[in-house]
């Protein structure tokens, strides 16, 4: 470790708290040089800090990236993957508070690009699918990989579950057009071979709804009354019970309101709907379900592209402001960036600015009143530092 260069951040951690770290939490250390990593070394190891369980750490390669959910159904052998998703595990507004077990998710994950995709079927579902039938335990039913996902698009595993994951489920269901039961016999008989699952191409959101209070101590038995569901719109239940005929709130995260939506913006005005048709004094939501992330995939999937291609903006570029819905994205092999702006967000002369801003540096190639799209081969930092700089100003 010591001849480990400064500069890199390790995560040090006790190794009787859990072999499986999630995030920063009891017995973590993020450690930003080696001196912090060295302190925090000794503190475990002599400081007796977290008693027994400090008695060894274990350090490893601070991860950062993007995280998403990649689950999908084995039969032993085969492998049928599910829609891609992923979730909010931050309580709060803006990703804040204490983590939870999701606080809502969406489908699909922007962020599982193709190559994505396949770096997590090849190089961690395979492999574990086949390590697993050769150790002579053979795995049946839903893996859930928990990836994070660096800016090359190479994946690597926070976490395995033996589950389909919650919320992650819930979207995924809605769009969901094979017959799971069907799908799970398969499962059961080995016979995934031949299993197709066949997705609605609509976007899909769910939005969590609590108990006030949770992840801490919460109220149950609260009187909940819910609203028609549709094919299109549904409240699924995770935390409620039946008495004398009406729901009460029985858990901490309670209900999921989940819509379709033609894209993930719809899906999410859909679900809010859904969320205020819901009544339940008690309910504690995130009011910002999918948004952050869609606006933060667009601008790292934007910013990832950047840094692959050696332009490295020193700060990740985010528009925090009611029109967050500035989305970058690199597009086909001869655009180098798009800027897509969803129009509910952005009236016209916003948008004739925008385009004027763009069109002044770049040739636009398309220009729709949803996005701005720019062909610029040679297209270099200082010009779309400018553009973020300028696009910020303009939208606030
Ligand atoms: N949503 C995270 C999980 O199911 O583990």
Redesign the pocket.
């Known amino acids: 470790f010591f001849q480990a260069e400064d500069g890199i951040r390790y995560l040090v951690r006790s190794r009787g708290l859990g072999d499986v770290y999630k995030r920063q939490g009891k017995g973590v250390i993020i450690a930003t040089s080696i001196e912090v990593a060295t302190n925090a070394i000794n503190d475990m190891l002599e400081g007796n800090r977290f008693g027994e369980a400090g008695s060894r750490v274990v350090i490893e390669e601070f991860l950062v990236g993007e995280e998403a ?1 990649f689950i999908v159904m084995v039969d032993g052998n085969n492998i049928l993957p599910m829609a891609t998703s992923q ?1 909010h ?1 931050a309580r709060d507004n803006g990703d804040k508070g204490p983590n939870t ?2 606080m809502g ?1 969406y489908s699909p994950a922007p962020v599982v690009t193709d190559l994505v995709y396949k770096n997590a079927m090849e190089k961690v579902i395979r492999p574990t699918v086949d390590a697993m039938k050769s150790e002579g335990m053979p795995y049946t039913g839903f893996l ?1 990989a ?1 990836l994070m996902i660096d800016q090359n698009e190479n994946v690597k595993v926070l ?1 395995y ?1 033996c ?7 819930q979207p995924i269901m809605m769009r969901l057009q094979s017959n799971l039961a069907n799908l799970c016999l398969m499962g059961a008989n080995g016979s995934l071979s031949n299993a197709i699952a066949e997705w609605d191409s609509r976007s899909s959101l769910g939005v969590v709804m609590a108990a006030k209070g949770y992840p801490h101590s919460y109220q149950k038995g609260d009187v909940i009354s819910l609203p028609e569901s549709s094919s299109s719109a549904k409240v699924f239940h995770a935390g409620t019970v039946l008495e004398k005929e009406q729901i009460l709130s029985n858990g901490g995260r309670v209900l999921c309101a989940t819509a379709l939506g033609k894209d993930l913006k719809d899906a999410q005005d859909r679900a809010y709907k859904l969320v205020n048709k819901v009544k339940w004094r008690g309910s504690y939501s995130r009011t910002d379900g999918g948004e952050a992330s869609m606006c933060l995939n667009g601008i790292r999937c934007a910013a990832s592209y950047v840094w692959r291609n050696n332009f490295a903006p020193k700060k990740s570029i985010t528009f925090k402001t009611k029109n967050r819905h500035v989305l970058c994205e690199p597009f086909k092999n001869q655009v180098k960036a798009l800027l897509e702006i969803p129009s509910p967000y952005i009236d016209t002369k916003l948008h004739s600015k925008l385009s004027k801003l763009i069109s002044d540096k770049f040739d636009l190639v398309d220009a729709g009143n949803m996005h701005l799209c720019i062909k610029s081969p040679s297209i270099k930092k200082k010009d779309l530092d400018s553009i973020y700089k300028n696009l910020e100003k303009l939208i606030k």
Do not use: V
């Open positions: 959910s979730d595990k077990g999701g998710a859930y928990g976490e579950n589950r389909f994951g919650d919320p992650e489920t």
